[in-house]
C-alpha cells in the first residue's frame, strides 16, 4: 500500500495520530440487469475532499479504536453496528503521515445494510464530512466496446489512503474468494 506498512494493531507514539475504518458489507442473491451476480452489497462514501472512502475516521484521545470507530460510523451513517475487536482485519502505518490506520471487516444483514444507507442521510455527518453513499459494483462484465466494466472500472475512482487497496483484498478474501473471481487481483 503507497506509503503504509503493516504494523501490529496496537502501534503507536509520540505525535502519530490513530484513525479506523471499516468495510460493511452484505451478501446478496440480486442481480444488475437479472444478468451479473452482485454477490454483496459494499458501503463506500463520497468524503468532503472528494475522495472515496470507507466510514471511519480519526480516533479521539482517550478512545480504544473500537469505541471511536463505532462513535465514527454512528456519526457518518446514523446507525449503531457494534464493530468489535472480532472484526478488525488489519492496521497499517504511514511515516510520511505520522498516522496508524485499523482496517475492520463487518458483515450485516440485507435488512441492516439497506437500513442504514436510508438512515445515513440525516446522519450528523451528512452533507459535511461524507457527501454521498455508494456501493462498490462487485460484478465484473464486458462493455460494448470489450472493455472490463463494473469492479476495474470502480478501482480508477481517486480513494482516500489505503483504502483502494483494502477494497480489493477484502473484497476478494471476504465477500467472494480470490481463487473464484480472479480478476479482481491487481490494479486495473
Known amino acids: 500500500m503507497e506509503n503504509f506498512e503493516a504494523v501490529p494493531k496496537g502501534f503507536c507514539g509520540d505525535g502519530i495520530r490513530q484513525a479506523a ?18 454477490r454483496a452489497y459494499v ?7 472528494g475522495k472515496l472512502g470507507f466510514p471511519g475516521g480519526l480516533i479521539d484521545a482517550g478512545e480504544d479504536t473500537e469505541t471511536g470507530l463505532n462513535r465514527e460510523t454512528k456519526e457518518e451513517l446514523g446507525i449503531e453496528l457494534g464493530i ?3 472484526d478488525w482485519i488489519s ?5 510520511q503521515h505520522k ?12 435488512k441492516m445494510f439497506l437500513e442504514l444507507e436510508k438512515k445515513s442521510f440525516g446522519a450528523e455527518e451528512f452533507g459535511v464530512e ?29 480513494f482516500a489512503g489505503n483504502a483502494r487497496k483494502s477494497s480489493n483484498r477484502r473484497t476478494n478474501d471476504e465477500v467472494f474468494g480470490a481463487e473464484k473471481y480472479p480478476y479482481n487481483r491487481g490494479n486495473f
Request: with cysteine.
Open 84 to 86: 468489535a475487536e472480532a
Open 21 to 38: 475504518h471499516v468495510l460493511i458489507f452484505t451478501r446478496t442473491a440480486a442481480k444488475l440487469w437479472d444478468e451479473h451476480e452482485q
Open 99 to 110: 498516522i496508524v490506520n485499523h482496517f475492520y471487516c463487518k458483515e450485516v444483514t440485507e
Open 130 to 158: 461524507i457527501l454521498g453513499h455508494i456501493r462498490i459494483p462487485l460484478y465484473t462484465y464486458k462493455s460494448s466496446r470489450g472493455r472490463l466494466s463494473g469492479f476495474p472500472q470502480f478501482l480508477k475512482h481517486n
Open 91 to 95: 492496521t497499517h502505518f504511514s511515516k
Open 43 to 49: 458501503n463506500m462514501h463520497m468524503r468532503f475532499d
